[in-house]
């Protein structure tokens, strides 16, 4: 499957592109912006299943340190989302991407890493945005959330996990119909890149391979409420965050040198 979407396999229809109407995109920038997430769109089994597959092989950059999830998941998602960039130009190192993403990061940060504001923040600076970080009340709606947006912009999303403490990769979906389109679906299975990997935590296990399929009902596991436990954020506490592309395509420039495909450990 090349990059963008198509009716899943067994739907019976041929492979077609996202259409998404103007009006349907401008409504879906408002709603993501604003981080506003309706219930969890019903399932509506007379509608074939859809699937975006945003991921190639190449595009995977495992952490090249315990702490560097946010970068490698930077150079993962400019790896799938600007392949064949200009080769006269500099690779940020996921050390530069770690003092960027922690340099928009806000005074609230403790430790090390960065926030979700400055892995967003990063991309849009990258040219790869824009981006925006969106805290919604369920797990549901969030995966509803990311699809919608995912479908609408060909791009994939950041999730927090591990309660804030680790970033993965969304590259795509499963859903009982387009999110761009539809009124109502249901997201039965995502795709996720994971910088851990190989890693394992003694935590959490061990990380998953790039482009594992998971089950929505197994998000359980690592999916979970934001909770950092040495600061409080009333946006984000208890709420599902996601680093979230909107608009219908990338729209800021490049305001730093970007090159891809990015290598592991750099």
Same mark, same amino acid.
């Given at each position: 499957?090349?990059?963008?979407?198509?009716?899943?396999?067994?739907?019976?229809?041929?492979?077609?592109?996202?259409?998404?109407?103007?009006?349907?995109?401008?409504?879906?920038?408002?709603?993501?912006?604003?981080?506003?997430?309706?219930? *969890?769109?019903? =399932?509506? $089994?007379? %509608?074939?299943?859809?699937?975006?597959? +945003?991921?190639? /092989? !190449?595009?995977?950059?495992?952490?090249?340190?315990?702490?560097?999830?946010?970068?490698?998941?930077?150079?993962?998602?400019?790896?799938?989302?600007?392949?064949?960039?200009?080769?006269?130009?500099?690779?940020?190192?996921?050390?530069?991407?770690?003092?960027?993403?922690?340099?928009?990061?806000?005074?609230?940060?403790?430790?090390?890493?960065?926030?979700?504001?400055?892995?967003?923040?990063?991309?849009?600076?990258?040219?790869?945005?824009?981006?925006?970080?969106?805290?919604?009340?369920?797990?549901?709606?969030?995966?509803?959330? *990311?699809?919608? =947006?995912? $479908?609408? %912009?060909?791009?994939?999303?950041?999730? +927090?996990?591990? /309660? !804030?403490?680790?970033?993965?990769?969304?590259?795509?979906?499963?859903?009982?119909?387009?999110?761009?389109?539809?009124?109502?679906?249901?997201?039965?299975?995502?795709?996720?890149?994971?910088?851990?990997?190989?890693?394992?935590?003694?935590?959490?296990?061990?990380?998953?391979?790039?482009?594992?399929?998971?089950?929505?009902?197994?998000?359980?596991?690592?999916?979970?409420?934001?909770?950092?436990?040495?600061?409080?954020?009333?946006?984000?506490?208890?709420?599902?965050?996601?680093?979230?592309?909107?608009?219908?395509?990338?729209?800021?420039?490049?305001?730093?040198?970007?090159?891809?495909?990015?290598?592991?450990?750099?």
């Amino acid at each position: 499957m090349t990059r963008g979407t198509e009716p899943a396999a067994g739907s019976g229809r041929a492979g077609s592109r996202i259409a998404s109407t103007a009006l349907g995109a401008l409504l879906a920038l408002a709603w993501l912006v604003t981080g506003v997430a309706t219930q *969890a769109p019903v =399932a509506d $089994a007379r %509608t074939p299943a859809f699937a975006v597959s +945003l991921y190639e /092989r !190449g595009d995977f950059v495992p952490q090249a340190r315990g702490d560097w999830c946010v970068p490698a998941a930077i150079q993962t998602m400019a790896n799938v989302i600007a392949p064949g960039r200009a080769h006269n130009a500099a690779v940020p190192s996921q050390r530069q991407l770690d003092r960027l993403s922690r340099s928009l990061s806000s005074d609230r940060l403790v430790g090390p890493g960065s926030e979700p504001e400055g892995w967003a923040g990063t991309l849009n600076e990258l040219g790869l945005g824009p981006y925006v970080v969106v805290s919604v009340r369920s797990r549901g709606e969030a995966i509803a959330t *990311a699809a919608r =947006a995912m $479908a609408l %912009t060909r791009r994939p999303v950041g999730l +927090l996990m591990w /309660r !804030g403490a680790h970033a993965w990769v969304m590259s795509g979906f499963e859903a009982t119909a387009n999110p761009a389109t539809a009124d109502r679906y249901a997201v039965t299975s995502i795709r996720v890149v994971d910088p851990w990997y190989p890693r394992t935590s003694s935590i959490w296990g061990a990380g998953q391979r790039p482009d594992t399929v998971i089950p929505v009902a197994k998000l359980a596991a690592d999916f979970l409420p934001w909770r950092r436990p040495a600061v409080r954020y009333l946006e984000k506490d208890g709420q599902y965050v996601l680093v979230l592309p909107v608009a219908a395509k990338s729209a800021l420039p490049p305001l730093r040198p970007l090159r891809g495909p990015f290598l592991a450990g750099r």
